[in-house]
């Protein structure tokens, strides 16, 4: 099974089409928020089942707050991470997430990369694919595949030019 996790698009979806056309076909698209009133139109070009959360921009949004979903046998906690003060720690967050039994937790926000797993817990962030922050300011998103034998495998991603 292979997953495309994204975030903070806000509005802008050409990196999205170049990422999907590059790494197509996906399983799944889980979209951390941000995405500023493009729901639909990342559903059509997705062309998968697609879990997006509302994100602090994305103003009179129908878009859920959070999802709990099951991918693989996997209890993964959707966010965009800016209710749980992601921009200082992950504390707030990786509470939530253990008192909700999860194994994954998958948040946003930040527009920076992160990645750490620990006393089984994984918490990720795709990046943004339109404001990227972090060091060399390279839009970023993540590929989570988890194989014939049920393990997870994660794949930090910057979209070349």
């Not at 802008?12 to 979209?31: C, F, G, S, T």
């Not at 527009?111 to 795709?126: A, I, S, Y």
């Amino acid at each position: 099974m292979k997953i495309l996790v994204v975030s903070d698009t806000h509005g802008h979806d050409k990196n999205l089409e170049r990422v999907l056309y590059k790494v197509k076909p996906v399983d799944a698209l889980i979209h951390c928020g941000d995405v500023e009133g493009m729901e639909n139109h990342i559903r059509m070009i997705a062309e998968c089942p697609c879990y997006l959360v509302r994100g602090n921009n994305d103003y009179f949004s129908d878009l859920p707050r959070e999802e709990m979903i099951t991918l693989g046998g996997y209890k993964i906690m959707i966010t965009h991470g800016h209710m749980y003060g992601v921009s200082m720690d992950m504390s707030m967050l990786e509470e939530e997430a253990r008192s909700r039994e999860v194994q994954i937790v998958m948040f946003g926000h930040t527009h920076r990369p992160f990645l750490e797993q620990k006393k089984g817990l994984t918490l990720l962030n795709p990046g943004s694919l339109s404001y990227p922050r972090q060091a060399g300011r390279k839009p970023s998103f993540l590929i989570m595949e988890i194989d014939k034998n049920g393990e997870v495998h994660y794949t930090q991603n910057v979209l070349e030019w």
